[in-house]
């Protein structure tokens, strides 16, 4: 059975850093395009960042870009996201998914929520300003 467990989520004020890490159990992160989403209360659930499994390519949301960075170990089969220069923007529950071979960037330049076919359950990400 596919699981994900995310981990790292907190409490942190403006400007402060915060590590995700999402393991992933019966599923290759080498193999498989893997990603970060976020949902805000009362919001859309939006892409944060992925990597591609063909060429390891990575890509951001605007809004994250140059201050998150995601990654991925494949010895632990573990994915990461790095999140730097908090904005109290950026509170939400965040979600690692796991989806195929092939997956698309969508037009804001972040992860395609209907390539994604395993998610996590998510961990609260709190920035005070």
């Known amino acids: 059975q596919v699981q994900l467990v995310e981990s790292g989520g907190g409490s942190v004020p403006a400007g402060g850093s915060l590590r995700l890490s999402c393991v992933v159990s019966?599923?290759?992160?080498?193999?498989?395009?893997v990603a970060w989403f976020r949902q805000a209360e009362g919001k859309e659930r939006r892409g944060v960042a992925h990597i591609l499994a063909i060429g390891n390519g990575k890509s951001y949301h605007p809004d994250v870009k140059g201050r998150f960075t995601i990654s991925k170990d494949n010895a632990k089969n573990t994915l990461y996201l790095q999140m730097d220069s908090l904005k109290p923007e950026d509170t939400a529950i965040y979600t690692c998914?796991?989806?195929?071979?092939?997956?698309?960037?969508?037009?804001?330049?972040?992860?395609?929520?209907?390539?994604?076919?395993?998610w996590g359950r998510g961990t609260q990400v709190t920035v005070a300003a």
């Open positions: 998914a796991a989806g195929g071979r092939a997956c698309n960037i969508a037009s804001n330049g972040g992860p395609w929520s209907p390539d994604y076919r395993f």
């Open positions: 019966e599923y290759s992160v080498r193999d498989n395009c």
